[in-house]
């Protein structure tokens, strides 16, 4: 009972000390910035969704109006539509956040609810996710969406877990991904259960995996047949939401609304390798520890290494795409990774992709627990379709897959944890410090553009 009221006081500590600081940089940024880049366009449907105006778009707008919607149902009654206001629903959305991944941490390890504390605060102060956190962008609210569905879903509260997903996808068309995840994360353990014949527990061993895996036609039909009712009903809420965006994506033709020039569906592999990039540079203490386990594997490990070299290297050479937007949009840092590295010296992107398998290796060794191989099992493929379909580079496309690789990683140090938040604070304030100072001109933009992430 002390460790858990420590925790509590520690994570209202933490919540409030994120709230003051986080205050005092949103009105900073506010009065350096009214408008940065996109916010051009949902600030115009945000104030008039706020005000009850839905029957208003905007052609550049590319996902559906989510992010509106809860402007509306939060500031909406008050009538405080201004654009300080629509700012503050994403700050709002990461204070909730904040609660979130503490409530994740703890549902998904075994670690001291202190150090989850930490860790929770640590995720969103996570530099780009924090940056997006002051502006007007769907990002923020739809990682509030997703961590509410796998948090219900998790706690077997599946009905509202669907509505949290249709949520989730209000605000971000490929979040239908996680609620698939959702949805085979619980459906595989329950099928488990009665193939098992055991008391009912909430995983899946590596050997039951193989046993199911192994189900004749007939031992599957009569394994299902036992199944319970509940258990249809709550597939069918999820499963409502899936046939409800299979009909939009087939009399819409795409499953981008908008404009579909800007967001064109296509294969891009090496997307996966810059997520592994991206959990290795912000998660850099929980993989410094396994260089040496990485080598001892390449060398146990030589056919297959060099074979995933050798596949890894022909990707990025026939399949390395570059969105215009990168290469013509210098207000975000990629611009210049792009030109200054992958752009000035073609052979830097086959000289870094042993980083990229360095990464992937970690993660899949992070995330292995033969004790319950379901997370792992979902989480791969899931984020290997979200990633995948997006030629356009963004940080913000990994947010949801970062949040859930970091929020199940197991028995981590806690000295990894403070080296972790010492990184994200240095590079927070040179961040916003590059972002006071250094100002963009843009021809079309009466006010000077800033750098973002």
Same mark, same amino acid.
Do not use: M
């Given at each position: 009972m002390l460790q858990i009221k420590y925790s509590t006081i520690l994570l209202c500590t933490l919540l409030t000390i994120y709230a003051i600081v986080s205050k005092f940089i949103f009105n900073k940024i506010y009065q350096t910035a009214k408008l940065i880049i996109d916010e051009e366009f949902h600030f115009q449907l945000g104030e008039a969704y706020c005000r009850y105006e839905f029957d208003k778009w905007h052609p550049k707008v590319t996902t559906f109006p989510g992010l509106y919607l809860f402007s509306n149902l939060l500031l909406g009654p008050f009538d405080l539509c201004s654009t300080y206001w629509l700012r503050l629903t994403s700050l709002f959305s990461s204070f909730v956040n904040l609660i979130l991944?503490?409530?994740?941490?703890?549902?998904?390890?075994?670690?001291?609810?202190?150090?989850?504390?930490?860790?929770?605060?640590?995720?969103s102060i996570l530099p780009p996710l924090y940056f997006f956190g002051h502006l007007y962008y769907t990002d923020v609210v739809s990682l509030t969406m997703v961590s509410m569905l796998f948090l219900l879903a998790q706690r077997n509260y599946h009905y509202f877990a669907s509505i949290f997903g249709l949520f989730a996808v209000l605000c971000r068309q490929t979040n239908i991904i996680w609620v698939v995840m959702a949805l085979g994360y619980y459906a595989l353990k329950e099928i488990n259960n009665i193939y098992q014949k055991t008391r009912r527990i909430d995983c899946v061993t590596a050997k039951e995996l193989v046993q199911l895996s192994k189900l004749a036609r007939g031992d599957l039909l009569i394994t299902i047949r036992k199944i319970p009712f509940?258990?249809?009903?709550?597939? @069918?809420?999820?499963?409502?939401l899936l046939i409800f965006f299979v009909l939009f994506v087939y009399i819409n033709g795409s499953i981008v609304v908008g404009d579909k020039t800007a967001h064109e569906a296509t294969i891009h592999l090496p997307q996966l390798f810059y997520f592994s990039l991206f959990c290795l540079v912000f998660a850099w203490p929980h993989f410094i520890t396994e260089i040496f386990s990485f080598?001892?594997?390449?060398?146990?490990?030589?056919?297959?290494?060099?074979?995933?070299?050798?596949?890894?290297?022909?990707?990025?050479?026939?399949?390395?795409?570059?969105?215009?937007?990168?290469?013509?949009?210098?207000?975000?840092?990629?611009?210049?990774?792009?030109?200054?590295?992958?752009?000035?010296?073609?052979?830097?992107?086959?000289?870094?992709?042993?980083v990229y398998l360095f990464g992937w290796f970690v993660?899949?060794?992070?995330?292995?627990?033969?004790?319950?191989?379901?997370?792992?099992?979902?989480?791969?493929?899931? @984020?290997?379709?979200?990633?995948?379909?997006?030629?356009?580079?963004?940080?913000?496309?990994?947010?949801?897959?970062?949040?859930?690789?970091?929020?199940?990683?197991?028995?981590?140090?806690?000295?990894?944890?403070f080296y972790e938040f010492i990184t994200y604070c240095v590079l927070n304030a040179c961040t916003l410090y590059i972002f006071f100072t250094k100002t963009i001109e843009w021809e079309n933009f009466e006010c000077p553009q800033r750098l973002i992430w």
């Open positions: 991944f503490y409530c994740l941490l703890n549902l998904n390890n075994e670690q001291q609810r202190w150090q989850n504390a930490i860790s929770a605060a640590n995720l509940h258990f249809w009903l709550n597939v @069918t809420c999820y499963g409502s080598f001892k594997f390449v060398k146990c490990h030589k056919i297959v290494s060099l074979g995933a070299l050798l596949l890894s290297v022909t990707i990025v050479h026939f399949n390395t795409l570059v969105h215009p937007y990168v290469l013509a949009d210098n207000r975000h840092y990629f611009f210049y990774i792009w030109n200054r590295f992958y752009g000035k010296y073609f052979w830097f992107r086959y000289v870094i992709v042993p993660i899949i060794k992070k995330l292995w627990d033969k004790r319950d191989v379901r997370f792992l099992l979902f989480f791969i493929p899931c @984020t290997v379709l979200v990633l995948v379909t997006q030629k356009l580079l963004e940080f913000r496309y990994f947010f949801i897959p970062y949040v859930l690789f970091r929020t199940h990683l197991k028995n981590v140090d806690v000295r990894f944890v």
